[in-house]
């Protein structure tokens, strides 16, 4: 175990009022490519930017092109798991960790048994009419291919923040009083550049914030310990 993570480890042995916010990053490990490391969608071509295809503008007057990207690239396949989501879980279960903040839209942390989850930018495992509103079961986003479709002829649409959308105001705020009222917070696997969920770093006010990440973001400086390294890999150690 290396120096670093022998610090981490002391953390949490120390702590139970632990809060973890994360990005696509505790994911990659469970096979789902993040946005903007080397192999991930950023870097890859398509007819539209992947930033442009998740907008809401473009949803409403492109459908048929965001479902071939949501298809292609956004579907879950069988994704498990991995040693990040189960420690946080395990945490939890102890009554070290009080909440789990992501932007991850997999479910992948209810999976691994976390429940006090705020998803900041909703979830693949849900989905809902853009016309009427009405929940849908959402195998009708996940399964087969092509627009899905309501009762009442509108396009389904999953439950996730798209780009243009606000953030839910209450799961922003429950995100807040955790996060100013936690002992140590760990940040993992999220680049910190998607406002706002990325300025959620300024609320915090301890001296034991942790930044756990496979590349250098720009809040390196602000942190208490910084590891450079795959968070399944780290936390499989702890
Ligand atoms: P991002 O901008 O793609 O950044 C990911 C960060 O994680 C990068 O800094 C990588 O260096 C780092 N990273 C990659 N793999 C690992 C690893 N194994 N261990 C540690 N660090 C690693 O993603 P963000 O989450 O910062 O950006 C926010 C977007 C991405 C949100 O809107 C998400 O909805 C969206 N997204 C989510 C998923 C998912 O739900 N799994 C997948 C892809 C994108």
């Known amino acids: 175990m290396t120096e670093e993570i022998q610090k981490l480890k002391q953390l949490i ?6 809060v973890f916010f994360g990005g696509a990053g505790v994911s990659t490990e469970s096979g789902i490519p993040d946005f903007r490391s080397v192999d991930g969608l950023y870097s890859q071509t398509y ?24 298809h292609d690239k956004l579907r879950l396949r069988g994704a498990q798991p991995n040693a990040a989501h189960k420690k946080l879980a395990e945490w939890e279960q102890q009554g070290k960790l009080k909440a789990v903040i992501t932007q991850n839209i997999d479910g992948l942390h209810q999976a691994a048994g976390s429940r006090n989850v ?3 930018h909703g979830s693949l495992l ?17 399964e087969g291919d092509g627009v899905p479709r309501c009762t009442c002829g509108g396009v389904i649409r999953p439950d996730i923040v798209l780009y243009e959308e606000p953030l839910d105001a209450d799961v922003m705020a429950r995100a807040i009083h955790y996060i100013r009222a ?19 770093i ?37």
């Open 182 to 200: 936690a002992d140590v917070l760990i940040i993992g696997g999220t680049s910190l550049v998607v406002y706002p969920a990325a300025g959620l």
């Open 47 to 70: 007819k539209y930017p992947p930033e442009e295809i998740l907008s809401r503008s473009f949803f409403d007057r492109n459908p048929e092109e965001y479902y071939r990207f949501h």
């Open 126 to 142: 849900r989905a809902y009419c853009a016309r009427c509103g009405k929940p849908c079961p959402a195998d009708t986003i996940n």
């Open 202 to 238: 300024r609320d915090y006010h301890g001296h034991k914030l942790v930044l756990v990440n496979k590349g250098e973001t720009s809040a390196d400086g602000y942190a208490d310990l910084v590891i450079h390294e795959k968070i399944g890999e780290v936390f499989a150690q702890l």
């Open 13 to 18: 042995d120390g702590s139970d009022n632990i």
């Open 118 to 120: 705020l998803e900041l």
